[in-house]
């Protein structure tokens, strides 16, 4: 929750106006693993915090191996840390906050989504893992149809709740609208498929497991321009 409330308003990933791409009622910020390196890297967010996002991300890894029945190497694809916040009064709404999709095809009406660009056609599971609960609305909901009329079933993010299907179209789900407060989650996505694992965290252990930090080979100077820029 640190890493996301302090930094994630870098907005990665995502526009710079910082409304979100699904709502114009809400801001979204995200930070992505890579993201969380390099500020390790360059000494802005302490080591242990991305020690335990990797360990967090791993035991999530390893559950998801056993309650899924996955017999095959499951691979991490993407990582990212992801809060909205309502950003006028909302308390009204009644709509979505992340409208009813699948992750990895695109929707295109109740029965066909198309497995193609820009969908992450490689995306086997979905894991979200919440991390707060002081906040309205942001129900996470299970729908059998494109639009949320038919809602399955809905699940109260709350903090340490986690929230974990297969990524395709058996399993259409959204956000509801966060009508007051911050919501904040990690977001974990898995593929099945080497070629899409996420190098990045290949790269976080590494630098974590030998200690590596920008300063043993840059100087002071770059460092404090790199910070300001950030
Ligand atoms: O935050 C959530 O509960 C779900 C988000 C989601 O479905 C997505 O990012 O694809
Ligand atoms: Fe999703």
Redesign the pocket.
Known sequence: MYIADTFASMNDGYHNDKVSPHTKYEKFEGITLSRITFLVYIGVIKAPYLQLLLELTEIIQKKMTEKFNIEKQLYFSYTHL?CRSALTNNSGRTDFS?MV?A?NCNLLSDVNCEKKSPAFSWRDY?T?LYLNDDFDGGE?VFASDSKGRHIQSTIT?KCGRM?AFSSGKENL???KAVRKGKRC?I?VWFTLDSKYKEFDRDIARHMLDNGITFDQYFDKQLKEFLVSQI
């Open positions: 992801v992340h999709h992750d979905s979200i996470f993010p929230v789900h959204g956000v989650a977001a």
